[in-house]
């Protein structure tokens, strides 16, 4: 079986990841930037990692980009987040990110990091902003991924990542 993992980050934790993947799997890894597009129905799977962002997994614009020449490809999708592990915020992630011909295709989760300190200006400034809004809530009725942001104070570095979290992906591969 010839595969390919393409992987999409910001901070580093779905690049660790996706590196993971390469090590158990054999298959190479490359960056959205990287990737040769002409190659790609070369391979009989595809393993896209992103990074989540406002809900949004990363990988999944340059999915849609290529997706008619890899229709026919095993295609899995691994996103990476703050949020602890949860079945429902994972279909939740699946529901809003993959329409149309995209639904059938298997998400994968891993929980990454989060460290205020090293964000962009851009990105330390929504979760401030966000952390505010959150703030006025009773804990209890905190989203997953609130509470994930709510539990590292700005000047902490949360790091979740966990090869143990390959383990769904691997098997069904
Ligand atoms: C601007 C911003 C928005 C984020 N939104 C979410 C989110 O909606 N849900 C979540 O669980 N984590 C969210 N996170 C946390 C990231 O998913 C987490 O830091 C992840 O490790 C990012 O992957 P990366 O290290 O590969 O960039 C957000 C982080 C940033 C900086």
Redesign the pocket.
């Given at each position: 079986m010839k595969g390919l993992i393409i992987?999409?980050?910001?901070?580093?934790?779905?690049?660790?990841y996706a590196g993971w993947l390469s090590e158990e799997t054999g298959f190479p890894c490359v960056s959205t930037d990287e990737a040769d597009i002409k190659s790609l129905p070369s391979y009989d799977v595809l393993i896209f990692c992103?990074?989540?962002?406002?809900?949004?997994i990363?990988c999944v614009s340059f999915l849609k980009k290529v997706y008619d020449k890899i229709r026919d490809k095993k295609i899995m999708i691994f996103a990476?987040?703050?949020?602890p592990y949860d079945e429902r915020?994972i279909e939740a992630l699946a529901e809003h990110n993959l329409k149309d011909g995209l639904k059938d295709i298997p998400v994968f989760y891993g929980?990454?990091?989060?460290?205020m300190k090293g964000?962009t200006f851009a990105?330390?400034t929504?979760?401030r902003m966000?952390r505010k809004a959150v703030a006025k809530k009773e804990p209890k009725d905190y989203e997953?991924?609130e509470s994930?942001?709510m539990s590292v104070s700005e000047d902490e570095k949360g790091d979740w990542?966990d090869k143990a979290y390959l383990e769904p992906l691997l098997k069904s591969l």
């Amino acid at each position: 079986m010839k595969g390919l993992i393409i992987y999409k980050t910001k901070y580093g934790s779905t690049k660790k990841y996706a590196g993971w993947l390469s090590e158990e799997t054999g298959f190479p890894c490359v960056s959205t930037d990287e990737a040769d597009i002409k190659s790609l129905p070369s391979y009989d799977v595809l393993i896209f990692c992103g990074g989540v962002y406002a809900s949004g997994i990363s990988c999944v614009s340059f999915l849609k980009k290529v997706y008619d020449k890899i229709r026919d490809k095993k295609i899995m999708i691994f996103a990476c987040a703050a949020s602890p592990y949860d079945e429902r915020f994972i279909e939740a992630l699946a529901e809003h990110n993959l329409k149309d011909g995209l639904k059938d295709i298997p998400v994968f989760y891993g929980r990454g990091g989060f460290d205020m300190k090293g964000m962009t200006f851009a990105d330390r400034t929504l979760c401030r902003m966000l952390r505010k809004a959150v703030a006025k809530k009773e804990p209890k009725d905190y989203e997953l991924w609130e509470s994930a942001l709510m539990s590292v104070s700005e000047d902490e570095k949360g790091d979740w990542t966990d090869k143990a979290y390959l383990e769904p992906l691997l098997k069904s591969l």
